[in-house]
Structures are given as structure tokens and as C-alpha cells.
């Protein structure tokens, strides 16, 4: 059974940071590209970054862009998300995903995902 579980969310000041991670079990982590998504109040879950199986691929939405960083350990089954320079609209519940593929960046190429963690930001 395939699981992932956020964890590192929290309430933060603008302009403050936050490290999310993300564990798995059940999948073959090291060939899956993974990602992290959002969804804020009333607002559709939107693309936040993803990163290919190797890692030597990354992809992140505009809004987070040089902000942001994703990265893994295959070693230990985990992803995380850093992020700095945090502003409001970065409020949203984030999860994590895993793909099918070794490459993904699109939502819909994402069929396993967790339960989310709450990032709140204070302006």
C-alpha cells in the first residue's frame, strides 16, 4: 500500500521559511518523479514544483520560483520542499505526490498523494 505523509507545516511570518518533507513507503521511490501541490481556500490544487526520479531535473510554478527548492533522498524514501522569502498567498494546504513516471509535472500524471500539511503565512 502506497503512503505518503507531509510534515513540517506550520504557521510562519511573511518573509520567514519552512521545510516540508514528505515520507513514503509502499512505492519504488527511487523511479518515480515526485512532486508538491497546493491548494488554498476556494482556489483550485495548483502545480508547486516537481522532481524527476534522479533528481537532476526540477520544475517549479512561477509564483515559487527562486523561492522555492525541491529535492529527495532516495535513500531514505523522502522528499522536501524549502521555503524561503514566504509571502500570504503562499497559504495553502500542500501535499505530496508521486508519479508513475521517471519525469512529470502535470497533475494529472500524479496518481498517489498524501494528506496534505497546512502552511499558513501572517502578513
Known amino acids: 500500500q502506497v503512503q505518503l505523509v507531509e510534515s513540517g507545516g506550520g504557521l510562519v511570518q511573511a518573509g520567514g521559511s519552512l521545510r516540508l518533507s514528505c515520507a513514503t513507503s509502499?512505492?519504488?521511490?527511487?523511479?518515480?518523479?515526485l512532486g508538491w501541490f497546493r491548494q488554498a481556500p476556494g482556489r483550485e490544487r495548483e502545480f508547486v514544483a516537481a522532481?524527476?526520479?534522479?533528481?537532476?531535473?526540477?520544475y517549479y510554478a512561477d509564483s515559487v520560483k527562486g523561492r522555492f527548492t525541491i529535492s529527495r533522498d532516495n535513500a531514505k524514501n523522502s522528499l522536501y520542499l524549502q521555503m524561503n522569502s514566504l509571502k500570504p498567498e503562499d497559504t495553502a494546504v500542500y501535499y505530496c505526490?508521486?508519479?508513475?513516471?521517471?519525469?512529470?509535472?502535470?497533475?494529472?500524471?500524479?496518481?498517489?498523494w498524501g494528506q496534505g500539511t497546512q502552511v499558513t503565512v501572517s502578513s
Open positions: 505526490a508521486a508519479s508513475v513516471r521517471a519525469v512529470a509535472r502535470h497533475e494529472e500524471d500524479f496518481g498517489s
Open positions: 509502499g512505492l519504488t521511490f527511487s523511479r518515480r518523479a
Open positions: 522532481i524527476s526520479w534522479s533528481g537532476s531535473s526540477t
